[in-house]
Every structure is written in C-alpha cells, then in structure tokens.
C-alpha cells in the first residue's frame, strides 16, 4: 500500500490549490449571493485541462488517473463547494459515456464534454422517484428509427445549463426497472424545454432545474449502453458519483472549513490569550482533523478501487455516508468555533454550513448508503 502521490499527482494538486486560490476563491462569495452559475471559471477549467483530468487521451483527455480527478474537486471545494459540484457531477455524467457509450457516441459526444467547453448533466429524478429510482414515469416509445421520450424531470444538476443530457425513460414498463433504458439528448432537440430553476439552501451556484420532455425524438442510435439495461447503468454511475463527487466535495469542503477555524482559534483572543488554547476546543480540534484524515483515506482507496478495476459499490456507498457526515460535523464545529462571526454571511462559514448539507441527499441518501452496505456485509 502506497499512500503517496506521484510526482504527477503532486503537480495537479500545486495547480489545483493555484486554480481554487486565485480563480474560485475570490468569487465564490458573489456567485452564491447572486446564484449565478461561474461560466467563466469552468472556461478556465476546460483551458486548463483540469476537466479532462480522468478520460483518454484519444478524445482529448489528460489520461485516466482518478486520484488526480478527485484532487481539484477536493481542491476547488475548499474554497467553493458550487464550483466543485458542477465540474464533478459533468466528469462523473461524461465518465457514464465513456464507460458505456458506444465509438461512435464517444467520437461525436466525449471530447465536446471533456475538452470544448460543451457540459453534459444526468437526468434520474423525478417528482415521485427520488430514492425509488424504480418508479420514474418518463416513458419512451419506439417510433420508426427513434424513440419518442414524455415526461418531467426534476433536480436536475446543469440543468439550462448543460448542452447535452443523459436521461433515463421507461422502454418496456411492464417490466418496472429491467425496462428503463438511457438516452443522449442534446438540448437543442425540439420538444425539449427546461422548467423550474430551484432555489436552493446550499451550492447556490449550482444551478439545478426542471426538465420536461414533449415528444422529443430521439434517435436509436443515442441510446446509452443497452436497450432496458439503464437502471444497471444508474447504479454504477451512482457509485462512481459517489466517491468522485460527494467524497471529493466533502473532503475538500471539510479540509477548508477546519483550515479557516485553525486560523481564526490562533488569531482570536479571549480572556487574554488565543481560544486555541482552551482544552474543549483543543478536543474539537482532534476530532475534526481524525475525521477528515480517515475520509481522505477512505476517498482516495475508492478512488484507486474505481481505477484498479475492482468491485467497490459497497466502499462507494461508505466513502459517501462516512465523507459527507464528517463535512457536515466539521463545518457546524467550524462555525461553532467562529461564534458570532461565523453566523454572518462576511465570513465563509456560514456558506459552507448551508453547502455541507447537500452532501447528505444527493447521491443516494445517508440512509440508503446504510442499507447498501448493510446489505453487503450480511451477504
């Protein structure tokens, strides 16, 4: 076991901080306020190659290291946790193509996505099928040499945003979620229109919305992995969200967050000497950074699991439950620590606390994580 970075891996990660210090930093603030989705930030990050971090050199990525890939998401989500969450939801969505998607699909579609500056968002939930992904009601009905997709999306992450989705439909209902297939949908396709764009607690930045499908006429050839094979091809993409997402957000959000208490309990002078040195902060303070050591570590072994080839939905499902958790421990003692100033939207804490909950949805909820492993280890 070999816990530490290449010389490759340590370059990402100096560019990384760089990027998030100089480029997400000093906005983060302002696009949280102004719930403005940060083109111009994600036009850097395709500049610089950060987004092709994990895809293949052939269609214009940076080769396939999931380590590298998971360090700018903890890096950016130190200091902006929207940022983090729109660049790491497009890699996982455009991961499901290059895992499933036939040459063609890959030759028309993945370097768009990884490489020309084109976003791609994933389209599962609707209104009565949030955990029960069984139950969606999007239906597509095969006419000539395309399929005819109805019906409505719901917190849909890019949404508006994104040039091309990934959305789930019904094929063959009688047969519930062995009859659900994936379908690439570009935005431009009539009869497709987006809906309501939520107001979020948290990732305001992040813009998530509405998707409604009117008769869109989708050709055969868009269909993503195999015809009634799409609830399979969720759940893998799901676990591969789960560590490259969730755990490198909660990660870097949780690293940041006890960064900025360290800094303010050194600084901050009570009773005539820093609160740093009052015993039951101390002990926060090990709390805080033992738990964001063992999600690293946790992240990280998904991450080369993910790479190795090797089984891992049921580490995914605990890199989710364990990452997130500790995000939202840290945070709330973070700003516990900041007392009054840490309730106050002049400092960051008070973003991070609403950005960290997130983590515990989306993805699968805590509770479903629980049962997912659960499961797994009873056998």
Known sequence: MNFKLTKQQQMVKLAAERFAREVCAPIAAE????????????????????????????????????????????????????TASILSIHQATATCINNYGTKEQKDKYLRKLIAEGVMVAFALTEPNAGSDASNIQTTAVEDGDCYVLNGTKCFTSGAGIAGVYVILALTDPKQKIRGITAFIVDADTPGFRIGKIEE?????????????????????????????????????????????????????????????????????????????????????????????????????????????????????????LFSSETARMVTERALQIHGGYGFMKDYPLERMYRDAKITEIYEGTNEIQKTVIARSVLG
């Open 200 to 320: 979020k607690m948290g990732i305001c930045a992040a813009q998530t919305g509405e998707l409604i499908l009117d008769n869109v006429r989708v050709p055969k050839e868009n269909i993503l992995g195999k015809l009634n094979g799409g609830f399979k091809l969720a759940l893998a993409s799901i676990d591969v969200s789960r560590i490259t997402v969730i755990g490198a957000q909660s990660l870097g959000l949780a690293e940041g967050a006890l960064q900025l208490a360290i800094d303010y309990a050194n600084k901050r002078i009570q009773f005539g000497a820093p609160i740093s040195e009052q015993q039951g902060l101390q002990w926060y303070f090990a709390e805080m950074a033992t738990r964001v050591e063992a999600t690293k570590w946790l992240v990280y072994n998904g991450a080369q699991m993910m790479q190795d080839g090797e089984k891992y939905s049921k580490n995914a499902a605990m890199v989710k």
């Open 31 to 82: 696009i949280d306020r102004e719930h403005r989705h940060p083109q111009e930030t994600f036009d850097l990050l395709y500049k610089y190659g950060f987004v092709a971090l994990g895809f293949p050199e052939e269609y214009g990525g940076a080769g396939v290291d999931r380590i590298a890939q998971v360090i700018v998401v903890e890096e950016i989500a130190k200091v902006c946790m929207a």
